[in-house]
């Protein structure tokens, strides 16, 4: 069964980077029939793709986001990373790492982390 | 403000039936591509709930159906459970946005 996890720091000081991991057990990321990405939820409020990463290497940012984040993946790890630079209090949020594609749709989500809360503080 | 525009909240009593939909545009819903809906308990992350406008994964009651027509998509649940009680999330792919767009989010209240 795919399990994926997300791991990194919970607080990460204004300016700075933040930097996940997500671990992929249970499949392959090297498969060509998902993209591997990462949605995040701010506290209260709703989802938002951040952006993904496909077995290739291409990549999709969201637009409000492009210039700040960077989606990268080790397939030797079977692990995908995100980095969001020049992060604010806007940026506190849970971030999921999740598998969207396969049968059901090139765009479904299929399979969630548990997702981890990053709190942007001094 | 989201490309895909939901109603903040729904409610219902036990046994009843409730809609939530999802108004997008000739970008997204409206230009053919597929709905997906999500549900998410207090605490959890979302869980796929409806793919393809109107298909259930394996595990997912009947009493939960999607439909979509034009620009909009609906999410059905008839005979409404208190363990419905959730935030209901609508997804779509936009072409303007080249990507995958959420709507707001529908807070489901089961009275």
């Known amino acids: 069964q795919l399990q994926l996890q997300e791991s990194g720091p919970g607080l990460v000081k204004p300016s700075e980077t933040l930097s996940l991991t997500c671990t992929v057990s249970g499949g392959s990321i090297s498969s060509s029939n998902y993209y591997w990405g990462w949605i995040r939820q701010p506290p209260g409020k709703g989802l938002e793709w951040i952006g993904s990463i496909y077995y290739s290497g291409s990549t999709y940012y969201n637009p409000s986001l492009k210039s700040r984040v960077t989606i990268s993946a080790d397939t030797s790890m079977n692990q995908f990373s995100l980095e969001v630079n020049s992060v604010t209090a806007a940026d506190t949020a849970v971030y999921y790492c999740?598998?969207?594609?396969?049968?059901?749709?090139?765009?479904?989500?299929?399979?969630w982390g548990q997702g981890t809360l990053v709190t942007v503080s001094s | 403000q989201s490309v895909l525009t939901q109603p903040p909240s729904v409610s219902g009593a036990p046994g009843q039936r409730v809609t939530i939909s999802c108004t997008g545009s000739?970008?997204?819903?409206?230009?053919?591509?597929?709905v997906y809906w999500y549900q998410q308990l207090p605490g959890t992350a979302p869980k796929l709930l409806i793919y393809g406008n109107n298909n259930r994964p394996s595990g997912v009651p009947d009493r939960f159906s999607g439909s979509k027509s034009g620009t909009s998509a609906s999410l059905a649940i008839t005979g409404l459970q208190a363990e419905d009680e959730a935030d209901y999330y609508c997804?779509?792919?936009?072409?303007?946005?080249?990507?995958?767009?959420f709507g707001g989010g529908t807070k489901l209240t089961v009275l």
């Open positions: 000739s970008s997204n819903i409206g230009a053919g591509y597929d």
């Open positions: 997804q779509s792919y936009d072409s303007s946005l080249s990507g995958s767009v």
């Open positions: 999740a598998r969207r594609g396969g049968s059901r749709g090139w765009f479904v989500v299929d399979s």
